[in-house]
């Protein structure tokens, strides 16, 4: 596919318009002589964001945002679902662009192939089913899963998706800029698949900092099989890898 410039492409949810001029977006920001205000400094005038949170996707993201994410930054979530994850963050004061192959119809971009200029995010979200589906998971009626991972199992979910994404987010992500990766452990056949693990290995492999790592404990209880065999699992991951420099 052909890859088009960033700003072309720019998308805010919900048909919001960008407030900031696009001559001083950071593409082409005029040089300053004040010292930018990072996103972690000012998070520090705020509450302290920490790295275990119970309850939903928003308000951990919501938090991720205060941390990581500067005035003006580029944010792609390239999964972006329902977009529940952006329920409780102002997402105004950054340029949110939002593709999903099926709940985005007029960004029905593949995560492996983005429309994308390299090294032109500062943001790489992906969040992409992350249960195998020969069965039927719970979480499908909601994001209709095994319509994107019909027949895969759990290495070709972590191959074909997650890799994917990263090596698309590697190529896009400017310097330094970060590759949220969101995450649940599976039983596979009877035994466990340590995704977060697979996950913090391979996005090793591709280049990256694994600069921080948030538990997200759900306060929904997870499915109940006839005979337990490992512990109910009701938390879930999000990494957070920064780009080394090439
Ligand atoms: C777990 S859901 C994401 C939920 C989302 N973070 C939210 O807040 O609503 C996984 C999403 O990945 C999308 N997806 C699956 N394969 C994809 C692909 N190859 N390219 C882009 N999106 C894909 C699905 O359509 C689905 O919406």
Redesign the pocket.
């Known amino acids: 596919m052909k890859k088009q410039k960033v700003r072309k492409n720019k998308q805010q949810i919900s048909g919001r318009t960008s407030r900031k001029n696009p001559t001083t977006s950071i593409l082409s920001s005029p040089p300053t002589t004040k010292k930018p205000s990072t996103a972690a400094s000012t998070a520090s005038s705020k509450e302290k964001v920490y790295t275990a949170h119970k309850g939903d996707?928003a308000k951990l993201i919501r938090n991720v945002c205060e941390l990581y994410v500067k005035d003006g930054d580029y944010v792609a979530d390239?999964?972006?679902?329902?977009?529940?994850?952006w329920r409780s963050t102002d997402a105004s004061r950054f340029n949110l662009m939002a593709s999903?192959?099926?709940?985005c119809k007029d960004k029905p971009?593949?995560?492996?192939d983005l429309p994308y200029d390299d090294a032109s995010l500062d943001h790489f979200v992906l969040?992409?089913?992350y249960m195998h589906t020969p069965g039927k998971p719970m979480v499908d009626k909601r994001?209709?899963?095994s319509e994107?991972t019909r027949a895969m199992y759990h290495g070709d979910i972590m191959s074909k998706?997650y890799a994917g994404g990263m090596i698309e987010s590697r190529r896009t992500l400017k310097n330094r800029g970060m590759l949220w990766v969101k995450c649940q452990d599976e039983i596979q056949s009877g035994k466990q698949v340590w995704s977060h693990i697979e996950l913090y290995n391979m996005a090793l492999a591709f280049g990256f900092y694994a600069k921080d790592m948030f538990v997200l404990l759900s306060n929904s209880q997870p499915p109940v099989q006839a005979q337990q065999q490992h512990a109910r699992r009701n938390h879930s991951y999000l990494w957070i890898f920064e780009k080394k420099p090439q």
Request: net charge negative; charged share 20%.
């Open positions: 996707n390239v999964t972006f679902g329902k977009g529940s994850f999903d192959i099926l709940s971009y593949d995560l492996t969040d992409p089913p994001y209709r899963n994107t998706l």
